[in-house]
């Protein structure tokens, strides 16, 4: 005697026989269509468009998109001024493991800029490149990095007052 996983019976063979005859009636009666099923062709994307979509899965991820989704925040927050008229502030303050959706969209974009900015100054290490696309590449990925870092810096240092002083 035989068991049947699904609901811990015993069964007999001649009991599984008549199951699996029955089971196969439709297919003994009835006939597969004959169809001409084509695989569909999906060309590759370009390398233009493999890094588009990396650049900005990058910027979402570094952007906070999954804790903006989980948690809600609002888009900007609101201070009381010394008059107590409430003022507009995009970072907030004291809290490191929390930020509005523009604060981490204007860091996120710092982050994508400086990326960028390494990707300008490993191109213009290429052996391809004229003295001028050489120069501008460099020039162009510096700014980007500089301009990064020191951004970056002014954010922590309004996130978290006193952070960064010696």
Do not use: H
């Amino acid at each position: 005697s035989s068991s049947c996983l699904c609901c811990c019976v015993q069964t007999s063979p001649s009991a599984m026989e008549a199951i699996t005859s029955l089971y196969a009636l439709p297919f003994g009666l009835l006939r597969a269509p004959l169809l001409k099923v084509r695989r569909p062709s999906i060309s590759r994307p370009s390398w233009q468009v493999v890094f588009g979509a990396v650049l900005f899965s990058y910027f979402l991820v570094t952007g906070g998109i999954i804790f903006d989704i989980i948690v809600e925040p609002p888009s900007i927050g609101q201070v009381l001024d010394e008059r107590g008229n409430p003022k507009p502030v995009a970072f907030m303050q004291g809290r490191l493991n929390g930020q509005y959706i523009m604060e981490g969209l204007g860091s996120s974009l710092m982050f994508t800029a400086g990326g960028i900015g390494f990707i300008l100054l490993d191109l213009a290490n290429g052996k391809s490149q004229t003295g001028f696309q050489r120069n501008a590449l460099w020039i162009a990925g510096l700014i980007c990095v500089v301009l990064a870092y020191f951004a970056l810096r002014i954010f922590i240092a309004i996130k978290v007052p006193g952070y960064l002083q010696g």
